[in-house]
């Protein structure tokens, strides 16, 4: 900075391209808070104190609030990085300038320059950081990067978010413990089997033999339903 000033240039980025794009539409013949407060949708001394005074401190508009010769140029996709050069120029030392000179320069290292030189705390040195990288990636399509961040960032409202659990959210599944007493008892089944082959006209014949044990507790409907599902697995053994 050509006059040892320790005060940087401090511009948050989304001001940054929403004013450019202001200009690009149709440069103003004269910038103020209710402009801006009107087109940016945002708070007049917001807009004075986030806007006016920076914009005015870098020569985009003069202390009038009139766009300059700079603003012009500074809208042009093709004379955009002739101007960010520029402002680096004016209004960074050559120290900052000599360790970070590129656009992928860490991001904490530069704030903690801006920190120790401009004596201020952390967010500031931040902002200042942060607009100091702007500059440096000089690329006028950082805008649509910016725009792009800021629509993937965006948080779902509360209704998406009940509706993506609704979406999500896992069937429970029902478990019904069968009572002991509504079931028919457990009988122990004892089964000989004795295959007895047979040859006739070359034919083996198989035959079994079933054994029951039933439990004297057994009720008659219950010795029923045994017999009555043995009946039913075993009615077609024979076809």
Request: aromatic residues 8%; glycine residues 4%; charged residues 30%.
């Amino acid at each position: 900075m050509a006059n040892g000033d320790a005060s940087f240039p401090k511009i948050a980025g989304s001001s940054w391209w929403k004013l450019r794009d202001l200009f690009k539409r149709k440069v103003p013949a004269i910038v103020t808070p209710t402009y801006l407060a009107t087109a940016l949708s945002m708070g007049e001394a917001s807009a004075r104190s986030n806007l006016i005074g920076p914009f005015k401190k870098i020569g985009i508009i003069d202390e009038d609030g009139k766009p300059t010769d700079r603003a012009y140029d500074w809208r042009d996709d093709h004379k955009y990085k002739t101007v960010c050069e520029a402002l680096i120029e004016e209004y960074y030392p050559q120290e900052l300038k000599d360790l970070f000179h590129s656009a992928d320069s860490d991001l904490q290292q530069v704030t903690n320059w801006f920190m120790s030189h401009a004596r201020c705390g952390e967010p500031a040195a931040k902002m200042f950081a942060r607009f100091y990288i702007l500059l440096l990636k000089a690329d006028p399509k950082e805008a649509d990067v910016a725009v792009a961040k800021k629509e993937g960032t965006k948080k779902s409202s509360p209704k998406d978010n009940k509706k993506q659990a609704k979406v999500t959210e896992k069937p429970e599944l029902e478990f019904v413990e069968e009572n002991p007493a509504t079931q028919p008892p457990t009988v122990p089944a004892h089964t000989q089997t004795q295959t007895v082959p047979t040859v006739l006209n070359n034919t083996p014949e198989l035959h079994i033999n079933v054994q029951l044990h039933i439990s004297p507790e057994s009720s008659a409907e219950q010795i029923d339903k045994i017999f009555e599902s043995m009946a039913k697995h075993l009615k077609d053994f024979n076809k």
